[in-house]
């Protein structure tokens, strides 16, 4: 603790520079682009993972119906073009038509058609013989009742009810296409796409290995003739090995405002951006797990946070306060700070809060001389390591007693979805309101971690879901923020801000301001050297 004191005391004013990632006139063809990777992913079937070291790497091997601009950088409805679709149509009823792309053909030489659609979305939707290991996102579909086809280049999307941000599901990195003839179980260890690179290797906590795909169906795409990962945890150790010009870029939003300054002084030539990753640090409390399942003790826990604290200690007070929702002007559909602040547990008299909580522990029987003793478990990453043992001084304010329990990313996921843990710190993401309400806060959504469940939540969901007019949609959303902070739902305690950067022979990216997942295809990319 006293160490990112120091660290935040002594810090002088970052300078980042800022450049374009809109492609340039004249792409020169050819080069493997080499970066580190933070950490090893538990496989690389992007439909079973709910992390960027698994889904980014991987999601230029895939295509989706249709995509977020690679070029825009704030993801929206506005910003969606066609991808292995050619376009789409909403009648009436509020079904989604989309004809597609004739020729594309699967990584193995099989052709892509309906199909593989309709396979897709019976796989996600748990209609297939096929299962998945994991299925972290089949509540983004449950407004779908089914796909059908028409021929083999059109499919239909039949809902059960309008969703005008449908479309917001099927864009993000998060939804490719899978083949119908490669068993689930295969895309595991080696995925086949349609996409401008070929997978060639995964060796956990070494590398991950794409090449160019030379019969992509993008004609000229991708310019680059692969893509290596070298796996390196120690992110001091990649940053100096990415100044040592070992790499061409670092790993997309893996570098914190400390390591951010080391690559600037020792290699003022980096091109770099600092910008806001669309994910919240959030505490995470089992409720079904005594003493977690009274409200008051995790009321208590809420009102300990001091989140300017966190922002100031981390990002040297880059980040940002906000909800469930990414605050503005980044997020399209979080509060601005005047309306955030009038939230419970939101007010700034961080001692007026915590002399609640104490009253609160009192009651439950804690005290100075007898402390709840407990685990904070967080995955092993520096960027969610280093708020969590800020969380646990935090905690010592209201008589709670932690100790940090570190859990590798392949094992993740799969405890903290069995509900295998007392408290926790996790990243969230803060997408359209339709994908990140349903899976984090709807009654028993797959990535619930915590079991909140509230029927007049799940009403203001669907009610969301359903508005088509902007402003509705958002003051409905600022409601179910409100009921949320009032339950102590899954306290947001702040949203990080990290940095990229790259050598200056490197163009063509874009780093996206709302979102971690969807700026991956690397079509565009192309080296000057």
């Not at 004191?5 to 006139?25: D, E």
């Not at 493997?32 to 790497?57: N, R």
């Not at 990313?409 to 309101?433: A, E, I």
């Amino acid at each position: 603790m006293m160490r990112y004191l120091g660290a935040f005391a002594m810090a002088a004013p970052l300078l980042v520079v800022v450049a374009s990632g809109a492609p340039a006139s004249a792409q020169k063809p050819g080069g493997i682009l080499k970066m580190y990777s933070p950490d090893s992913p538990a496989s690389m079937s992007i439909h079973e993972e709910a992390t960027f070291v698994a889904e980014g790497p991987m999601m230029g091997v895939f295509n989706n119906l249709v995509m977020f601009d690679q070029h825009v950088k704030q993801n929206s409805l506005d910003s969606i073009v066609p991808d292995l679709a050619t376009g789409w149509s909403w009648n009436e009823d509020g079904n989604l038509t989309l004809p597609l792309r004739q020729s594309v053909r699967w990584h193995d030489g099989k052709p892509f058609t309906a199909k593989d659609v309709v396979c897709t979305w019976d796989l996600l939707t748990g209609k297939s013989s096929e299962k998945l290991r994991v299925n972290p996102r089949r509540s983004w579909y449950r407004n779908l009742e089914t796909v059908t086809t028409n021929g083999d280049y059109e499919v239909t999307f039949h809902l059960k009810r309008p969703q005008p941000a449908f479309l917001m599901a099927l864009a993000g990195g998060y939804s490719p296409i899978y083949p119908c003839h490669v068993p689930a179980r295969d895309m595991r260890s080696h995925p086949i796409g349609t996409g401008p690179f070929k997978f060639v290797e995964f060796k956990p906590n070494e590398r991950i290995r794409v090449t160019r795909n030379p019969d992509y169906w993008k004609a000229g795409r991708p310019y680059l003739d692969g893509i290596e990962y070298t796996i390196i945890r120690n992110l001091s150790t990649a940053a100096l090995a990415f100044v040592a010009g070992k790499f061409d870029m670092t790993f997309p939003y893996s570098l914190e405002v400390p390591l951010l300054r080391d690559v600037k002084n020792q290699m003022p030539e980096a091109i770099c951006e600092l910008a806001p990753l669309g994910i919240s640090r959030s505490l995470i409390v089992n409720r079904d797990k005594p003493p977690f399942d009274n409200p008051d003790l995790r009321q208590a826990m809420a009102l300990s946070l001091d989140r300017q604290a966190f922002i100031n200690i981390i990002t040297e007070g880059q980040g940002d306060i906000g909800g469930a929702m990414q605050p503005p002007p980044e997020g399209l559909w979080g509060m601005p700070p005047d309306v955030l602040k009038t939230l419970p547990g939101y007010d700034t008299d961080i001692e007026n809060n915590r002399a609640q909580a104490r009253q609160l522990m009192h009651k439950l029987g804690y005290g100075p001389a007898d402390q709840l003793k407990i685990k904070l478990s967080v995955r092993d990453l520096p960027f969610l390591r280093d708020p969590a043992v800020i969380l646990i001084d935090q905690l010592k304010e209201v008589y709670i007693d932690g100790e940090l329990e570190t859990i590798d990313t392949t094992n993740w996921l799969p405890k903290v979805m069995r509900k295998d843990y007392s408290v926790g710190l996790t990243g969230q993401g803060s997408g359209d309101p339709d994908l990140s309400l349903n899976v984090i806060y709807r009654c028993g959504g797959e990535l619930n971690y915590n079991g909140y469940c509230s029927p007049k939540v799940d009403e203001l969901i669907d009610r969301q879901s359903i508005e088509a007019d902007t402003e509705k949609r958002r003051q409905l959303v600022w409601e179910i923020e409100r009921k949320l902070a009032e339950d102590g739902a899954r306290p947001i305690i702040f949203y990080d801000r990290r940095a990229t950067c790259w050598q200056p022979y490197v163009n063509g990216y874009t780093v996206m301001v709302n979102s971690i997942f969807n700026g991956w295809r690397m079509e565009d990319v192309w080296l000057d050297k």
